[in-house]
């Protein structure tokens, strides 16, 4: 069975610009979390996607979106580009909620 | 709330030498506790995991741990490190009703040959 695929792998964008990225489960998981990877942060929670729904969410400001489709694939939006958003932007999908989660290679984003 | 505390930042083994990397966590009630492990410019990849039962979990690539309630401790071993084992390891614990996974700040493990 595939693992989790994200993309792209690498962006390269500009302050003010928006960016879309992409994750596709693993087939038959329905609930899908995002996670933004900083040296100086950390690993932190943005939001979490079930049933098209979202369940939670992170302590992120606004500029961060996402949204879930009926075959559990998920976006993630981040508009109006800051230098701070550069992270490795990771996916993790579960069967269902409070299950494993198995993570993507994630999205590297760099912020010019 | 809930936390997870890893106190080594970096530790370098030689290789064939064992290997434990500590972790403590705070949590109210019986926690779902994890290991990953991160390669350079990868995702995380799912090591063990402790939900409940035996304390002492068995995972993939040889490690183990062992959850110690009386401490709030999950610490990670290997009896016999390999080169390839260099990487990043993080340990989480499942965050209950917000359904995220609390990470530590990670343990950079480095070995020498």
């Known amino acids: 069975k595939a693992g989790v695929t994200q993309t792209p792998r690498y962006l390269i964008k500009t302050r003010g610009q928006q960016v879309t990225l992409s994750c596709s489960p693993i087939s038959g998981h329905r609930s899908v979390s995002w996670y933004q990877q900083t040296p100086g942060q950390g690993l932190q929670f943005l939001f979490e996607?079930?049933?098209?729904?979202?369940?939670n969410k992170g302590n992120f400001p606004g500029r961060f979106s996402g949204r879930q489709f009926s075959n559990s694939r998920s976006e993630m939006n981040v508009s109006t580009l800051e230098l701070g958003d550069s992270a490795l932007y990771l996916c993790?999908?579960?069967?269902?909620?409070?299950?494993?989660?198995?993570f993507g290679p994630g999205t590297r984003l760099l912020v010019l | 709330a809930q936390s997870v505390t890893q106190p080594d930042i970096h530790i370098t083994v030689s290789e064939g030498a064992s290997l434990e990397l500590r972790c403590n966590y705070s949590?109210?009630?019986?926690?779902?506790l994890f290991w990953y492990v991160q390669s350079p410019g990868q995702g995380l990849q799912l090591l063990l995991k402790y939900f409940s039962g035996d304390t002492l979990v068995q995972g993939i690539k040889g490690f183990e741990a062992e959850f110690k309630r009386s401490q709030s401790s999950f610490n990670l071993r290997k009896p016999s490190v390999h080169w390839s084992d260099a990487a990043e390891y993080f340990c989480?614990?499942?965050?209950?009703?917000?359904?995220?996974?609390?990470f530590g700040t990670g343990t950079l493990l480095a070995v020498q040959p």
């Open positions: 993790a999908s579960s069967l269902n909620r409070q299950e494993t989660q198995y």
């Open positions: 949590y109210g009630a019986t926690p779902y």
């Open positions: 996607y079930f049933s098209e729904t979202q369940r």
């Open positions: 989480a614990v499942w965050g209950g009703a917000t359904n995220k996974l609390i």
